[in-house]
């Protein structure tokens, strides 16, 4: 056996794979980083700036799969996982905050488990557009929203398998399910309390004709 060529030969396919590592990290915090701005940029009503982070997000995604197409170890480490999460989770929240279908894991591009983690993250981006729309007044839009998240989780409670092929999405769920039921107690009460100040009104404008 000529050791020194198989240790040539050891060294090229080490360097190949931190190759394909170096790339696939870079793409994974670009596409996390745009993701990150896409959620952002949709809460503000930015939608022509949401989509071209989206885009950014997707492109890099792209070009970390691309990079571990012959490494597949190295495309099932995390990293890859983890962005493809935040992409899914900035799409999903588009189609909540916008009112628009939301779409699926073979439409957005990701693995199962990275579209599921992603709409358990989307939740708690609902419940900030919840109360933002309550702080405005807007509680019928409010109360739709709630209406998706109950739908989502409904999706996620279905999901029983194992954590490690799940990404552990149990986890997830069962931190979406404690941030719905806070956003229905916080709806709740908004509406109480629009209720109880359109009947004050009422009361008030009923004496004033009555003076």
Known sequence: MDLQALSDEFHRRFNEKMVAREAALGASRKAIRSSANAIRAIHRGEADEAQRLMSEARQALDEGEAATERHQDIRHAGFLHDAQKEYAEARLTEAVVFGGDLPGADEVGVTPSAFLNGMAETIGEARRTVLDLLRRGEASR??????????????????????????????????????????????????????LRDALERHAEEL???A
């Open 142 to 195: 409010a109360e739709r929203i709630l209406g998706v998240m109950d739908e989502m989780y409904g999706v996620l409670v279905t999901i029983d398998y194992p954590d490690a092929i799940t990404g552990n999405l149990r986890r997830s769920t069962d931190v979406a399910r404690n941030i719905i039921e806070r956003t229905r107690g916080d709806l709740s009460v908004s509406l109480v309390q629009r209720d």
């Open 208 to 210: 004033r004709g009555e």
